[in-house]
């Protein structure tokens, strides 16, 4: 597997580097023969605080991603990594059958246009950004394999094409927790 750790406010020392590279081998070594790569990315944040970001790309397309915040850095990659762990038990023998079954075909590319807002709208407050995601990859996923990936990723929100009737779909994070689940009426064949 190949590991990233970076720092950013903060000199990531010898000593955490190889604490993260022994705890990312043995939790990703229990779900997965050879995770392709990981990233850990340590913050110091304004209020003294450290937080550490993991992303670990398991597959094609599946991306696993934790953050925790403490007052050290060791303790904010500890509990992260076991929110990993967590995931990665929960959704163990999907993500194993999923690799097998995945299908290829999906919509390829990556790009992004930012809109502005109309100069009416703008004089009354900042307006934010509109960033369109116009080309981006959309898999075929059941609809139980795209909440899988919703959660593992950690993700607000994700766009797929669901197999059983070829109309993209949509599952959400709602304000509840609960997840969502758009199907647009008029796609089954």
């Known amino acids: 597997?190949?590991?990233?750790?970076?720092?950013?406010?903060?000199?990531?020392?010898?000593?955490?580097?190889?604490?993260?590279?022994?705890?990312?081998?043995?939790?990703?070594g229990k779900y997965f023969n050879n995770a392709v790569e990981a990233t850990v990315t340590f913050t110091k944040e304004k209020n003294h605080r450290y937080k550490a970001d993991i992303?670990?790309?398991?597959?094609?397309?599946?991306?696993?991603?934790?953050?925790?915040?403490?007052?050290?850095?060791?303790?904010?990659?500890?509990?992260?990594?076991?929110?990993?762990?967590?995931?990665?038990?929960?959704?163990?023998?999907?993500?194993?059958?999923?690799?097998?079954?995945?299908?290829?075909?999906?919509?390829?590319?990556?790009?992004?246009?930012?809109?502005?807002?109309?100069?009416d709208e703008a004089e009354g407050g900042q307006e934010p950004a509109i960033i369109a995601e116009l080309q981006m990859q959309v898999p075929t996923l059941a609809v139980s394999d795209a909440v899988m990936r919703?959660?593992?990723?950690?993700?607000?929100?994700?766009?797929?094409?669901?197999p059983a009737h070829g109309g993209y779909n949509m599952v959400y994070r709602r304000k509840d927790g609960h997840v969502g689940w758009v199907d647009p009426d008029g796609l089954k064949k």
């Open 150 to 162: 919703l959660e593992l990723g950690d993700l607000p929100a994700l766009l797929f094409k669901n």
């Open 1 to 28: 597997m190949q590991l990233t750790v970076k720092g950013k406010h903060l000199d990531v020392g010898d000593a955490l580097r190889e604490h993260v590279r022994a705890n990312l081998a043995h939790t990703t």
């Open 55 to 119: 992303s670990i790309h398991v597959g094609r397309g599946m991306t696993l991603e934790a953050q925790y915040e403490a007052d050290d850095p060791y303790p904010a990659f500890d509990e992260a990594s076991k929110r990993v762990a967590t995931r990665l038990g929960r959704y163990k023998d999907k993500i194993r059958d999923h690799h097998r079954h995945e299908d290829t075909a999906e919509i390829l590319s990556a790009a992004y246009t930012t809109f502005q807002s109309n100069e």
